[in-house]
């Protein structure tokens, strides 16, 4: 099964600051998903890739799929970016779900 | 607006009591899962379903069971609760091809 590395653990930052956390995977993926979960508990999707980058407001994520390796930026960080961030990643066919890093807690402080 | 919804999103029960968690989403998807989350700690799959009477367990060992009776709701049972059940338990869906997922709130649950 795959595993998935993600760093750092933890990081706190000041606001305004450019947040980059990265993740790196050991086997053949047919997709990344960087998602974000509030202290609620609950889940939200930002990103899923297979190639290059993509970009939503102030949330930037890039995988290089010959390196097994994937980076989630965000520019001009603030207070409400604060959360865990989770890479995970789905093997290619069947429904088997995805497979989970352990989370980046990221902490913005103003 | 959330398309995926569990109930209840916080259960303190008893040891030994039988405990339902509901899920169901209202966007046709295929495929659901549960997933279980102590805290701190990365999520693991307990269950998924391809779709109508179809379930199967997952990576991580669990005394729960399924039932995908119908292609919206996917509840997931402990017959007998017990405190190493204490967890948070997610339910996610998507749908056939290159698409992503959708996670609900979350049931926090503590057994006591």
């Known amino acids: 099964k795959n595993e998935v590395e993600q760093s750092p653990q933890n990081l706190t930052a000041q606001e305004g600051e450019f947040i980059t956390i990265n993740c790196s995977y050991s086997v053949g993926i047919s997709a990344l998903h960087w998602l974000q979960q509030h202290p609620g508990g609950g889940i939200v999707s930002l990103f899923m890739l297979s190639s290059g980058k993509k970009k939503h407001g102030r949330l930037i994520a890039t995988i290089n799929i010959q390196e097994k390796h994937s980076s989630l930026h965000i520019t001009a960080s603030h207070p409400r970016d604060s959360a865990v961030y989770i890479c995970a990643v789905e093997s290619g066919g069947g429904a088997d779900g995805l497979t989970f890093g352990k989370g980046t807690h990221l902490i913005i402080q103003p | 607006e959330a398309d995926i919804y569990q109930t209840p999103r916080y259960l303190v029960i008893g040891t030994g009591k039988k405990i339902t968690l509901e899920c169901s989403q209202t966007m046709g998807h295929d495929k659901m899962y549960w997933y279980q989350q102590d805290p701190g700690m990365e999520l693991h799959l307990i269950h998924y379903s391809y779709g109508v009477n179809s379930t199967e367990k997952g990576d991580l060992s669990s005394e729960s069971t399924v039932s995908r009776i119908r292609t919206e709701h996917f509840p997931l049972t402990l017959e007998s609760a017990r405190p190493s059940h204490t967890s948070q338990y997610l339910c996610?869906?998507?749908?056939?091809?290159?698409?992503?997922?959708?996670f609900g709130s979350g049931t926090r649950l503590t057994v006591v």
């Open positions: 996610a869906s998507s749908r056939t091809g290159n698409y992503g997922y959708t």
